[in-house]
T-cell receptor, first 115, second 113 residues
Framework: DGGITQSPKYLFRKEGQNVTLSCEQN?????MYWYRQDPGQGLRLIYY???????QKGDIAEGYSVSREKKESFPLTVTSAQKNPTAFYLC??????????????FGSGTQLSVL | DAKTTQPPSMDCAEGRAANLPCNHSTISGNEYVYWYRQIHSQGPQYIIHGLKNNETNEMASLIITEDRKSSTLILPHATLRDTAVYYC??????????????FGKGTHLIIQP
């Protein structure tokens, strides 16, 4: 089935450690996004990429890094500079440019916790 | 993105129509209204969107007032599985490859058996 796959479902980070969250899509979408969600809050945009080898900072990019070497993949690294990384992380994608609607397709999320 | 205002929570009886309001009094002429929902611990799911005409699909109906300053999402026959947080978002259409949507806190809809 087509869709967005995030892994792992749960992830634990030690102090000072970098961790990478995986996001893969087989929908042939050009644009991909990473959001962070804290308990009882809405979603905040971390990074987004509209095309391979290009990405832009969102509202809360500090302490995070991304890469977009392949159309299907948009991994997110939570670096040690992110002092409050515990949150639910969501990856999303949208169809290619010129699409008549812009609905986002989301993965099932990764819950990151600090040990 | 234009700001939206939604009630933090609502209850609805199972089998009844759930009507979720959204105020967007500062909406611009080129901004669409989008609705998503998020079931606990899952990713949000697109429901419907519209510009100025009322819209209906297999999931819901969207009623936008003539002045476009508010809208209502209608779930015609709510089931327990419709319990979720519902997000109302306004933004201009940008031809695809958009810079993402801004999600507020939404409305927590609870369907009562």
């Amino acid at each position: 089935d087509g869709g967005i796959t995030q892994s792992p479902k749960y992830l634990f980070r030690k102090e000072g450690q970098n961790v990478t969250l995986s996001c893969e899509q087989n929908l042939n979408h050009d644009a991909m996004y990473w959001y962070r969600q804290d308990p009882g809050q809405g979603l905040r945009l971390i990074y987004y990429s509209q095309i391979v080898n290009d990405f832009q900072k969102g509202d809360i990019a500090e302490g995070y890094s991304v890469s977009r070497e392949k159309k299907e993949s948009f991994p997110l690294t939570v670096t040690s500079a992110q002092k409050n990384p515990t949150a639910f992380y969501l990856c999303a994608s949208t169809p290619s440019r010129g699409a008549t609607n812009e609905k986002l397709f989301f993965g099932s999320g990764t819950q990151l916790s600090v040990l | 993105d234009a700001k939206t205002t939604q009630p933090p929570s609502m209850d609805c009886a199972e089998g009844r129509a759930a009507n979720l309001p959204c105020n967007h009094s500062t909406i611009s002429g080129n901004e669409y209204v989008y609705w998503y929902r998020q079931i606990h611990s899952q990713g949000p799911q697109y429901i419907i969107h519209g510009l100025k005409n009322n819209e209906t699909n297999e999931m819901a109906s969207l009623i936008i007032t003539e002045d476009r300053k508010s809208s209502t999402l209608i779930l015609p026959h709510a089931t327990l599985r419709d319990t979720a947080v519902y997000y109302c978002i306004v933004r201009p259409y940008s031809g695809g490859g958009a810079d993402g949507l801004t999600f507020g806190k939404g409305t927590h809809l609870i369907i009562q058996p």
